[in-house]
Structures are given as structure tokens and as C-alpha cells.
């Protein structure tokens, strides 16, 4: 199994919203944990983080809102607002200690679909 499942991708039209969820184990639900996205075309990158405090891209600030829930060990990222360009895979990552570089566990990736 994955050491992290996504879930709660799909089709939207622009100006809706979705909500992902990541699933993890006991031991991959990470104090320091986050969202990426990897438009066409374009290189992974960071949409949103959480370690105790939570960080935003620019073009997603106000619009997306990411969260933990330790009872359940599930990372979610609410999506609103969404836009043609936030098409693309967003997948969830955890980083073994918060003081790593780099994150070491990731999801399998789900597809997010705006249309316009």
C-alpha cells in the first residue's frame, strides 16, 4: 500500500470548489506535511504546507485552506474559488522530521480538473 492515499479529485467548473483528502498511516501522518501540484507541463510544486503553522502558494492564498486531523490521520485541502489554472495531479507528501529538506513519503497523486 501507498504510504499515502488521495482522494476527492475530479471535474470542476471554474469558481467551484473540492475538497482532497490524504489518508495516512500511523506512521506516515508526519508533524510537517503538505500539498503539491503538478500542472501540465510544469514542475511539482508546493500549494500549501502545514507544520504548526500553515504556508500558501501566492496563487492559492485565500482560496484554499489545509488542514490535519490526528484522529483520523487525514490531511485535507479544501479548494475554492478554483480556476482553470489550478488544473493539474495534487498529490500529498510528509516529511520524516520537520527539519528535513525535503519530504520523504508520497501519495500516488489525484487529478483536479477546472474548466472554464
Known amino acids: 500500500q501507498a504510504p499515502l492515499v488521495e482522494s476527492g479529485g475530479g471535474s470542476v467548473q471554474a469558481g467551484g470548489s473540492l475538497r482532497l483528502s490524504c489518508s495516512a498511516s500511523?506512521?506516515?501522518?508526519?508533524?510537517?506535511m503538505g500539498w503539491f501540484r503538478q500542472r501540465p507541463g510544469k514542475e511539482r510544486g508546493a500549494v500549501a504546507e502545514?507544520?504548526?503553522?500553515?504556508r500558501y502558494a501566492d496563487s492559492v492564498k485565500g482560496r484554499f485552506t489545509i488542514s490535519k486531523d490526528g484522529a483520523k490521520n487525514t490531511l485535507s485541502l479544501q479548494m475554492n474559488s478554483l480556476k482553470p489554472e489550478d488544473t493539474g495531479v495534487y498529490y500529498c507528501?510528509?516529511?520524516?522530521?520537520?527539519?528535513?529538506?525535503?519530504?520523504?513519503?508520497w501519495g500516488q497523486g489525484t487529478q483536479v480538473t477546472v474548466s472554464s
Open positions: 500511523t506512521y506516515t501522518y508526519r508533524n510537517c
Open positions: 507528501a510528509a516529511k520524516l522530521f520537520c527539519g528535513d529538506a525535503t519530504y520523504t513519503y
Open positions: 502545514i507544520d504548526g503553522i500553515t
